[in-house]
């Protein structure tokens, strides 16, 4: 078990994952983790390849529609 610090990162919060951690996981930077929750947790899991296709169309998509989405951000 790994005990995980919250540290502040502009408004929001994260945590650092340990180095260890990380090469169990198989995970390093730009990676994707899916969190669901589990009885009185959360589980952490790497992101399964179909769910990665689906989290790039959507950036894809969005990029495309930038501007409209920021005016609408600005209404």
């Given at each position: 078990?790994?005990?995980?610090?919250l540290?502040?990162?502009?408004?929001?919060?994260?945590?650092?994952?340990?180095?260890?951690?990380?090469?169990?996981?198989?995970l390093?930077?730009?990676?994707?983790?899916?969190?669901?929750?589990?009885?009185?947790?959360?589980?952490?899991?790497?992101?399964p390849?179909?769910?990665?296709?689906?989290?790039?169309?959507?950036?894809?998509?969005m990029?495309?529609?930038?501007?409209?989405?920021?005016?609408?951000?600005?209404?």
């Amino acid at each position: 078990m790994a005990l995980l610090n919250l540290i502040e990162i502009d408004s929001e919060l994260g945590v650092i994952l340990p180095k260890e951690l990380l090469e169990s996981m198989k995970l390093g930077p730009g990676d994707c983790l899916e969190v669901s929750e589990a009885g009185e947790g959360y589980l952490l899991t790497p992101c399964p390849s179909e769910s990665l296709k689906q989290v790039k169309a959507g950036r894809e998509f969005m990029s495309s529609f930038e501007g409209a989405f920021r005016k609408l951000a600005d209404q």
